[in-house]
């Protein structure tokens, strides 16, 4: 199987199953193909310091840390962090703030978008 540029929208808010299953697939999808993991809307409130297990949801941080280790490249957009007045956890993998301008043009230049 060729190689493809793969971009991950989780724009899904974090408390229901959508993003963990999300990052679940994005971790295998990372195996095959050179993936970006995008998050906006309300998906940046999943890279908060929030307790996931409290309301029996899996916590994300073995799947983010596996997206850093499959050199996934982890995108939360600048806008919606600052018009939600949120805060990033600090995670050991590295997660860049992106402005929506060149989150659009990451997503234009993908071969496969999978939105969540």
């Not at 229901?16 to 998906?43: D, N, P, Y």
């Not at 939360?76 to 989150?103: Q, S």
């Amino acid at each position: 199987m060729a190689r493809k540029k793969v971009v991950v929208i989780i724009k899904s808010n974090p408390f229901s199953w959508k993003v963990f299953e999300a990052l679940r697939q994005a971790v295998g999808l990372s195996m095959e193909h050179s993936l970006s993991v995008i998050f906006i809307k309300e998906g940046v409130y999943t890279l908060t310091d929030w307790k996931p297990e409290m309301i029996g949801i899996e916590p994300i941080d073995k799947s983010i840390e596996a997206l850093g280790m499959m050199e996934a490249e982890l995108i939360v957009e600048e806008e919606a962090l600052r018009e939600r007045g949120i805060k990033l956890k600090d995670w050991k993998t590295p997660i860049t703030v992106m402005p929506e301008e060149e989150v659009c043009e990451k997503v234009k230049d993908a071969e496969v978008v999978l939105t969540w």
